[in-house]
């Protein structure tokens, strides 16, 4: 079974700084994961996917992540973080070969100016 | 214009009161399934399907039904709602170990 855990609920940036958002993730076989964005009153936009091949993947509106297999990790990132990128972010992961996501419980990431 | 799309955004209802959730896919995709998605519960799986006619449980099936009849919808029916089934559901599909696509969602109370 595959698990993924992000750490801190919410995340608090100036506009500008650097965004941070943390993933670990366990899985039995070679795993694909996903970063997925919401906004206020909407669906999941996927972000970015990293499924084989390349470990740093770049995604839209600035944000990368890079897979560390020895560390277990998927953390999301952005250099300058804007107003807009307000919303929460999913980290979400699934065996190679199969469909199901298991998704972490959300950072809340919160821009001020 | 490749999407998901559920019926209705907003619902209202009462406990007891059989309900259903249409969700529809225009990708030819054979993998389709239904979340809630609670405050600090991020999504979790209600139920899947791998393609028309099959279905099973994911982690939180209690109170929901499936069907997958055909290969672009997969509704969610809940037989007796409850105040506890009050939640935001997404419907999403996918290719096989491909990304899932989401639908708007819909927003459900049950009083």
């Known amino acids: ?113 | 214009e490749a999407q998901v799309t559920q019926n209705p955004r907003y619902l209202i209802t009462v406990t007891g009161k059989k309900l259903t959730v249409t969700c529809s896919q225009n990708m030819n995709h054979e993998y389709m399934s239904w979340y809630r998605q609670d405050p600090g519960l991020g999504l979790r799986q209600i139920y899947y399907s791998m393609n028309v006619e099959v279905t099973d449980k994911g982690d939180v099936p209690e109170g929901y039904k499936v069907s997958r009849k055909e290969k672009r919808n997969f509704p969610l029916i809940l037989e007796s709602p409850s105040p506890n089934q009050t939640s935001l559901y997404f419907c999403a599909s996918s290719a096989r170990a491909s990304e899932a696509f989401f639908g708007q969602g819909t927003r459900l109370t049950v009083v």
């Open chain 1, 1 to 113: 079974a595959q698990s993924v855990t992000q750490l801190g609920s919410h995340v608090s940036v100036s506009e500008g700084a650097l965004v941070l958002l943390r993933c670990n993730y366990s899985s039995s076989v070679p795993p694909y994961l996903f970063w997925y964005v919401q906004y206020p009153n909407q669906g999941l936009q996927l972000l970015l996917k990293y499924t084989t091949g390349a470990t740093l993947v770049k995604g839209i509106n600035g944000f990368e992540a890079e897979f560390k297999k020895s560390e277990t990790s998927f953390h999301l990132t952005k250099p300058s973080a804007h107003m807009s990128d307000a919303a929460e972010y999913f980290c979400a992961v699934t065996p190679s070969g199969y469909s199901t996501l298991t998704f972490g419980k959300g950072t809340m990431l919160l821009v001020s100016p």
